[in-house]
C-alpha cells in the first residue's frame, strides 16, 4: 500500500450544555467550501482544487518511498449521512464509549475522554495500526464536524504499519459538555469527498470533553499541610506532604504570567508559601531582582520591592539567578545574587527591617540557597566574601555554613570546616552537608583532608558531631534530601546533570548504607515511608525500596511527553496515596496504589503545594498555574 498524508478537518459550530458555541475550522490541506446543515445527517456541496506534490511512505507488503504529482481539479456534489456523530447539546453525565469498527484498523485510545480547564492547551494523541494491507495509495483524512478539535493535526509514521496523530481539543469552548465522533478516513481519493473509500473506512473515534470553569473557592488549611518554606517543601527537602488527596475534587483556580529576563531559564524563583499568600523573586530584563507577594486567593498583587537597590554585584563565573527566598517568624529573607547580601522585609507589607553581607551567591538546584528551618534562616556564604565571621582561604567556591540573627539580621558561622557546593539539609536536631572533593586545610597549604557526609548540630557551636568518610563520591552541586520515616540521608554519586547512583547514608547506625544498582538523573529525588521516587535516562520514574535501592515499580508518562530529567529539579512531590510528577508538557498525578495516572493538566513545571491545598506550577516561561487539591 502507498501512504500519502492528507490531514483534513472539517468543523461545524458545536453548542455545549452550559456553554457557547465551537470553532468552524476549515480543511487544513484541501482548500475548499463547505456548507449544510448538521442535523444527524450532513448534507452539502464540496467544491474546490487539489493541486501540489505528494510525497508518502510506503507500507504493508512494498517497502519504499513513493513520489508523485496530481494535479487536477476534482468538482462534485456530496450527499449522504455521517454516521454515529452527536451534533448540538449534550446534556448529563457518562463517558464517551468505543463503537465497533472494522478490524483492518487498531485505534489506541479507542474512544477520548478528557477535562478540560481554562488556558489549557490539551493535546491527545492517537495511535493507529494496520493488521492488514490496504492497497493502492491511501490519503488520510481526520474529520470532526463537530469543531471539538483544532484543524492543524500532526501526523507521523512510527513504523511501517503505525501512525500516530496528536489532537488539540479546540481552545475557545465555553464551560460544558462536548461529545463527537471522529472519523478517520482511508481513501484513494480525495478524504473529504472520499467516493473511493478503502474497505472498513471510516473508522470512528467518539470522543467526550468536559470543560470546566475556574473555582476561586474560600482558602482554608489542608489537615496534614504545612508552608512550602523551601527546595522541595522543606528543610529536609523530602518533597513529603501528608495528606490524602481526591483527584475528582481538584480544579483550576488561576493563572499568573510574569514578565521576566529571557536570557536565563531561572529568571524566576521557586515559591514559597504562607499566610495565604505566595513568594518569590523575579530577575526582570534589567537585570534587576523584584521580591513578589502575591495573594493566594486570586494571584492578585500584595507588595513588591526591588531588591538590586545600591551598587551591582558581578560575579566573575556565574550568571545572574533567582535564589528563593526563606520566611522565618513572619519576616521574609531575600538573597541575591547581584549584590552580596541578605535583605529582609515584613511579610505582611514588604516594609523592609534590616540586611547582612555575605560572600558571592551559587544557585544551583536549591544549593546556596537560604534555607528556613525550625531554629532559623541558614545559608551559604564563600569563604572568600570578606565577611568577618569567617576565614579567607582565598577559594570561593568552598563554603561555611551561617544562620541570621533574627534579631539583629546579622551572620554567624554555623559550620566551622568547609565543604563545596553542598545542599544543607536539616533534621530535628541537626544540619547536614556532603563533601566529598579533596580541599586544602590551609589557605597556601598543600596538606588535604578528605570528607563525606558531615552533620553539625544546628544547636551547638559548629563542630561536626558526625563525620562519614565515605569520599569515593563526587557531590558537587548534586540534590540531597533527608527521609524521617528512615531516618537516612539520601543524594547522588555524581554531580548535577549527570546519571548517577543514588547513595543511601544510615544516620541511626552511623555509616554509608549502599547505593542504587541503577542510574538516576540528578534531578528529583523525594521520598515518602520507606520508597524513594527518581527518574531515568531517558524519563522513567522509578519507586525504589530505600533499605535495598531495588525497583519496585515504575511509571511513564503519556506518548508525546518526556519526563524533565535536567531542567527542572523540583519536578515530583508526593503525599500519603498520590504522586505528582513534572513532564515536559504536562503534570501528572500518579496513583501509589495502582501505579496509574489519575489527574493530568497540560501545563509543566516545577511543583509547590501550599497549607492551603494549593498546587502550583512554575513553568519555564515564569507562567504560574494553581489547582485547588480540595
Not at 476561586?216 to 518533597?239: C, E, I, K, R
Not at 541537626?430 to 563525606?452: F, I, L
Not at 531516618?487 to 549527570?498: M, R, T
Request: glycine content about 10%; proline content about 4%; charged content about 15%.
Amino acid at each position: 500500500m502507498k501512504v500519502v498524508i492528507a490531514v483534513l478537518i472539517v468543523g461545524l459550530s458545536l453548542a455545549a450544555c452550559g456553554g457557547g458555541g465551537g470553532s468552524n475550522p476549515q480543511s487544513s490541506i484541501t482548500t475548499g467550501t463547505t456548507t449544510g446543515t448538521t442535523t444527524g445527517t450532513t448534507t452539502g456541496t464540496t467544491t474546490g482544487t487539489t493541486t501540489g506534490t505528494t510525497t508518502g511512505t510506503t507500507t504493508g507488503t512494498t517497502t519504499g518511498t513513493t513520489t508523485g504529482t496530481t494535479t487536477g481539479t476534482t468538482t462534485g456534489t456530496t450527499t449522504g449521512t455521517t454516521t454515529g456523530t452527536t451534533t448540538g447539546t449534550t446534556t448529563g453525565g457518562g463517558v464517551a464509549v468505543a463503537v465497533s469498527n472494522d478490524p483492518g484498523l487498531a485505534l489506541a485510545p479507542n474512544a477520548l475522554n478528557a477535562v478540560i480547564w481554562p488556558n489549557e492547551k490539551r493535546q491527545i494523541v492517537v495511535q493507529a495500526r494496520a493488521t492488514r494491507n490496504f492497497p493502492d495509495i491511501i490519503n488520510i483524512g481526520i474529520i470532526d464536524i463537530n469543531g471539538g478539535i483544532k484543524p492543524d493535526v500532526k501526523v507521523n509514521a512510527i513504523d511501517t504499519y503505525t501512525y500516530q496523530a496528536t489532537l488539540e481539543v479546540a481552545s475557545n469552548l465555553s464551560p460544558g459538555v462536548y461529545s463527537g465522533v471522529i472519523e478517520i478516513r482511508l481513501c484513494k481519493d480525495n478524504p473529504l469527498i472520499c467516493k473511493q473509500a478503502h474497505q472498513g473506512s471510516p473508522w470512528k473515534l467518539p470522543y467526550r470533553f468536559e470543560v470546566k470553569a475556574a473555582v476561586l473557592s474560600q482558602l482554608s488549611a489542608l489537615p496534614g499541610a504545612y508552608d512550602w518554606s523551601a527546595f522541595q517543601g522543606n528543610s529536609s527537602h523530602s518533597g513529603n506532604v501528608p495528606v490524602s488527596l481526591d483527584p475528582n475534587k481538584f480544579s483550576y483556580r488561576f493563572e499568573k504570567k510574569i514578565q521576566a529576563s529571557d536570557d536565563y531559564g531561572n529568571a524566576l524563583s521557586r515559591l514559597v508559601t504562607q499566610n495565604s499568600g505566595f513568594y518569590f523573586v523575579q530577575l526582570d530584563d534589567t537585570k534587576n531582582q523584584i521580591l513578589y507577594a502575591l495573594n493566594e486567593h486570586d494571584g492578585s498583587e500584595k507588595w513588591r520591592v526591588n531588591l538590586s537597590n545600591g551598587p551591582v554585584y558581578k560575579p566573575t563565573y556565574v550568571p545572574p539567578v533567582s535564589p528563593t527566598p526563606a520566611i522565618y517568624q513572619n519576616k521574609i529573607y531575600a538573597q541575591t545574587s547581584t549584590q552580596p547580601e541578605v535583605k529582609v522585609f515584613d511579610l505582611g507589607s514588604g516594609q523592609f527591617l534590616g540586611q547582612t553581607n555575605i560572600g558571592q551567591v551559587y544557585s544551583v538546584n536549591g544549593i546556596g540557597e537560604l534555607v528556613a528551618d525550625v531554629s532559623g534562616v541558614y545559608g551559604q556564604a564563600s569563604y572568600s566574601s570578606g565577611n568577618s565571621s569567617f576565614v579567607d582561604f582565598g577559594v570561593s567556591l568552598f563554603r561555611s555554613a551561617f544562620v541570621i540573627d533574627p534579631d539583629t539580621y546579622k551572620v554567624k558561622s554555623v559550620a566551622k570546616f568547609r565543604f563545596d557546593s553542598s545542599m544543607l539539609t536539616f533534621n530535628d536536631q541537626s544540619v547536614m552537608a556532603y563533601r566529598s572533593t579533596t580541599v586544602q586545610k590551609e589557605k597556601n597549604s598543600q596538606a588535604a583532608e578528605r570528607v563525606g557526609l558531615s552533620i553539625f548540630n544546628k544547636f551547638g557551636n559548629g563542630a561536626p558531631v558526625t563525620l562519614f568518610s565515605d569520599y569515593q563520591f563526587v557531590n558537587m552541586n548534586a540534590i540531597s534530601v533527608y527521609c524521617p520515616d528512615r531516618n537516612a540521608f539520601l543524594s547522588f554519586q555524581k554531580p548535577e546533570g549527570f546519571n548517577s547512583s543514588i547513595v543511601i547514608f544510615d544516620l541511626a547506625a552511623g555509616k554509608f548504607a549502599g547505593s542504587s544498582s541503577t542510574s538516576y538523573t540528578n534531578s528529583s529525588l523525594v521520598c515518602s515511608k520507606n520508597t524513594v521516587f527518581a527518574i531515568t535516562w531517558p524519563g522513567t520514574l522509578s519507586a525504589l525500596d530505600i533499605n535495598t535501592g531495588q525497583v519496585l515499580w515504575q511509571w511513564k508518562p503519556a506518548l508525546d511527553d518526556t519526563l524533565q530529567v535536567y531542567s527542572t529539579p523540583q519536578a515530583m512531590l508526593v503525599t500519603n496515596n498520590l504522586l505528582f510528577v513534572s513532564g515536559d508538557k504536562n503534570t501528572y498525578a500518579v496513583d501509589l496504589n495502582t501505579h496509574q495516572t489519575v489527574w493530568t493538566y497540560s501545563h509543566a513545571g516545577e511543583l509547590s503545594l501550599s497549607r492551603n491545598g494549593i498546587l502550583y506550577i512554575k513553568s519555564r516561561d515564569n507562567t504560574i498555574v494553581a489547582f485547588n487539591l480540595k
